[in-house]
């Protein structure tokens, strides 16, 4: 029993990696801000989800259990509200979800949001 | 014998090295002052770092070093108050007397 | 399997350094001294040092991070123009690597020359805990054994706000930030804000016994202040100037009456009368917690009515 435990434990974390990594393959990949934000959000929440359930299965108490589970809901409210407010600003700014970047590279419509103010 | 401490005490002897090294490079008056925060982290975990070689955590270095970081803080408030205040003095990110050679 | 995972950290803390240092444009420069601060936060877990790690986390890599974005955000084109400074030939260059490298080998025969035997700090500290009014041995460390330290910190924020005061120009105040009228964040607030407020307050009761205290709470409040501000509310001192000021006074004020309170017992500074200390501390961390969180926020919000127009090239 505790094997299989184990391994379903394995399994979780190690796919949680697998997401983590793809998440982060597209911030560096992805042509546009819209394209990074859409991999980094959904790879790395589901990424984090999956961490987090294979470590609820050593949790040992139930406390710890929603615990871990409150991480995770408020680590998926504020990712969606920080990719929200990105692409929020990109649009503001006329940024072109077909042509892609603004004028400096990186997290550029984070960039220009602070340089707008 | 603690190994993370001796790691992590050779990290911040690392830190204050490449921060000492940044501070005297650069002319920028915000890459100075990152590379001031930089020293100053380096510093901390030495502080820390060589205490707890041991192996036994010791709660005064770490008392210590949370006082220094809500200092660092508040002088890196200041540092970018003045540097925003010269930035708009005189135009410039950089000190007359840090002539580039 | 704990060493390599240290060596890694140890490797990832030198090379943000570096980055920190050379990246270009600046922005990039900051993004990794936030990450240089966040790998710090973990390897302060690393040192059973989670008081550090919560305050490391929140003031360290967030609020600082949050000052240096902003400030960036007023430096505009300026800032990009800067170009690598590695150049061999400059003797700026040599000197700056010499002097690092000797500083680096005086560190290194330092850390070699002093013996690894514990010092008899720790067990002071545990012999003297059940007399200082609180079970967490590093708050008991701040507010009671060297509360010295305590006190000249919260000093230093105050002094630190009374030169942001005298350099805000306050003739030309105005609010550079539209507000954006933003449904998903107004939303999300309502939901965020009690729920930070919740934290700041359990972290200052956690303190007491476990890691937490009035530095990990009022930095959270702060942030609660700066995520309020950034979305458009305006927590400052235009609003109620008198209790603004106040309340950046508080925490200085209450701690220096306490401290003092001690002299007329014939005692000297500081010193708490054993039965009171617990509820002294307490009293000191409530009016710490408001005043670190305001003065905080206020070091943040404080330049967003200081910059005249004209600062901003067109």
Same mark, same amino acid.
């Given at each position: 029993m505790s094997l299989l435990i184990d391994l379903l434990q394995a399994a979780l974390l190690l796919s949680g990696v697998v997401m983590f990594a793809a998440g982060t393959l597209g911030l560096l990949r992805f042509p546009d801000t819209y394209c990074r934000i859409h991999a980094l959000t959904k790879a790395d929440n589901l990424g984090l989800g999956l961490i987090i359930a294979g470590l609820m299965l050593s949790a040992g108490s139930v406390l710890l259990v929603f615990k871990l589970l409150l991480i995770w809901l408020l680590v998926m409210l504020a990712s969606a509200?920080?990719?929200?407010?990105?692409?929020?600003?990109?649009?503001? $700014?006329?940024?072109?979800?077909?042509?892609?970047?603004?004028?400096?590279?990186g997290n550029a419509a984070q960039d220009s949001a602070e340089r707008e103010r | 014998m603690s190994s993370s401490a001796v790691i992590f005490s050779l990290a911040g002897i690392g830190l204050c090295a490449i921060g000492l090294f940044g501070f005297m490079l650069h002319t920028h008056l915000i890459r100075k002052l990152l590379a001031f925060n930089i020293m100053?982290?380096?510093?901390?975990?030495?502080?820390?770092?060589?205490a707890q070689r041991s192996g036994h955590t010791d709660p005064v270095p770490q008392a210590l070093v949370l006082t220094g970081i809500v200092v660092a803080v508040s002088a890196t408030a200041l540092a970018l108050y003045l540097i925003r205040r010269w930035l708009q003095l005189s135009g410039s990110t950089e000190l007359p007397e840090d002539d580039r050679r | 399997m704990s060493v390599l995972l240290d060596l890694l950290l140890l490797s990832s803390l030198w090379v943000f350094a570096l980055l920190t240092l050379t990246a270009l444009p600046l922005f990039r420069g900051v993004v990794f001294f936030i990450l240089l601060g966040l790998m710090l936060a973990l390897v302060w877990i690393r040192l059973d040092a989670p008081d550090i790690a919560l305050?490391?986390?929140?003031?360290?890599?967030?609020?600082?991070?949050?000052?240096? +974005?902003?400030?960036?955000?007023?430096?505009?084109?300026?800032?990009? $123009?800067?170009?690598?400074?590695?150049?061999?030939?400059s003797s700026r260059f040599w000197v700056a690597l010499i002097s690092s490298l000797s500083l680096a080998g005086l560190l290194l025969w330092a850390l070699l020359d002093t013996p690894a035997t514990p010092t008899m700090l720790a067990e002071q500290v545990a012999r003297a805990l059940p007399n200082s009014g609180v079970d967490h041995p590093i708050t008991a460390v701040l507010l009671n054994f060297r509360s010295y330290d305590t006190l000249l910190e919260i000093g230093v924020l105050v002094v630190a706000i009374l030169v942001g005061l005298t350099l805000a120009d306050k003739d030309?105040?105005?609010?550079?930030?539209?507000? +954006?009228?933003?449904?998903?964040? $107004?939303?999300?607030?309502?939901?965020?804000?009690?729920?930070?407020?919740?934290?700041?307050?359990?972290?200052?009761?956690?303190?007491?016994k476990q890691p937490g205290g009035a530095f990990q709470a009022g930095a959270v409040l702060a942030a609660?202040?700066?995520?309020?501000?950034l979305s458009g509310f305006r927590l400052t001192l235009r609003t109620s100037e008198r209790l603004m000021r106040a309340g950046l006074l508080l925490g200085f004020s209450v701690f220096l009456l306490v401290a003092a309170s001690a002299l007329i017992?014939? $005692?000297?500074?500081?010193?708490?009368?054993?039965?009171?200390?617990?509820?002294?501390?307490?009293?000191?961390?409530?009016?710490?917690?408001?005043?670190?969180?305001?003065?905080? +926020?206020?070091?943040?919000?404080?330049?967003?009515?200081?910059?005249?127009?004209?600062?901003?090239?067109?």
């Amino acid at each position: 029993m505790s094997l299989l435990i184990d391994l379903l434990q394995a399994a979780l974390l190690l796919s949680g990696v697998v997401m983590f990594a793809a998440g982060t393959l597209g911030l560096l990949r992805f042509p546009d801000t819209y394209c990074r934000i859409h991999a980094l959000t959904k790879a790395d929440n589901l990424g984090l989800g999956l961490i987090i359930a294979g470590l609820m299965l050593s949790a040992g108490s139930v406390l710890l259990v929603f615990k871990l589970l409150l991480i995770w809901l408020l680590v998926m409210l504020a990712s969606a509200l920080s990719g929200h407010l990105v692409a929020w600003e990109g649009d503001a $700014q006329g940024m072109d979800a077909a042509s892609g970047d603004l004028p400096s590279s990186g997290n550029a419509a984070q960039d220009s949001a602070e340089r707008e103010r | 014998m603690s190994s993370s401490a001796v790691i992590f005490s050779l990290a911040g002897i690392g830190l204050c090295a490449i921060g000492l090294f940044g501070f005297m490079l650069h002319t920028h008056l915000i890459r100075k002052l990152l590379a001031f925060n930089i020293m100053g982290s380096g510093v901390f975990l030495l502080l820390v770092g060589m205490a707890q070689r041991s192996g036994h955590t010791d709660p005064v270095p770490q008392a210590l070093v949370l006082t220094g970081i809500v200092v660092a803080v508040s002088a890196t408030a200041l540092a970018l108050y003045l540097i925003r205040r010269w930035l708009q003095l005189s135009g410039s990110t950089e000190l007359p007397e840090d002539d580039r050679r | 399997m704990s060493v390599l995972l240290d060596l890694l950290l140890l490797s990832s803390l030198w090379v943000f350094a570096l980055l920190t240092l050379t990246a270009l444009p600046l922005f990039r420069g900051v993004v990794f001294f936030i990450l240089l601060g966040l790998m710090l936060a973990l390897v302060w877990i690393r040192l059973d040092a989670p008081d550090i790690a919560l305050a490391e986390a929140a003031i360290g890599a967030g609020i600082t991070g949050v000052l240096l +974005l902003d400030t960036l955000g007023h430096l505009h084109h300026r800032a990009d $123009q800067e170009s690598s400074p590695i150049r061999l030939k400059s003797s700026r260059f040599w000197v700056a690597l010499i002097s690092s490298l000797s500083l680096a080998g005086l560190l290194l025969w330092a850390l070699l020359d002093t013996p690894a035997t514990p010092t008899m700090l720790a067990e002071q500290v545990a012999r003297a805990l059940p007399n200082s009014g609180v079970d967490h041995p590093i708050t008991a460390v701040l507010l009671n054994f060297r509360s010295y330290d305590t006190l000249l910190e919260i000093g230093v924020l105050v002094v630190a706000i009374l030169v942001g005061l005298t350099l805000a120009d306050k003739d030309s105040a105005q609010l550079s930030l539209p507000k +954006l009228p933003n449904p998903l964040l $107004q939303a999300c607030l309502a939901l965020l804000v009690p729920l930070m407020l919740m934290v700041s307050s359990y972290l200052l009761w956690a303190g007491s016994k476990q890691p937490g205290g009035a530095f990990q709470a009022g930095a959270v409040l702060a942030a609660t202040g700066i995520l309020l501000h950034l979305s458009g509310f305006r927590l400052t001192l235009r609003t109620s100037e008198r209790l603004m000021r106040a309340g950046l006074l508080l925490g200085f004020s209450v701690f220096l009456l306490v401290a003092a309170s001690a002299l007329i017992d014939g $005692q000297p500074l500081l010193t708490y009368p054993d039965h009171l200390a617990g509820i002294l501390i307490l009293i000191i961390e409530l009016a710490l917690t408001l005043s670190i969180g305001l003065i905080l +926020l206020s070091l943040f919000t404080l330049p967003h009515f200081a910059l005249p127009e004209q600062e901003r090239p067109k």
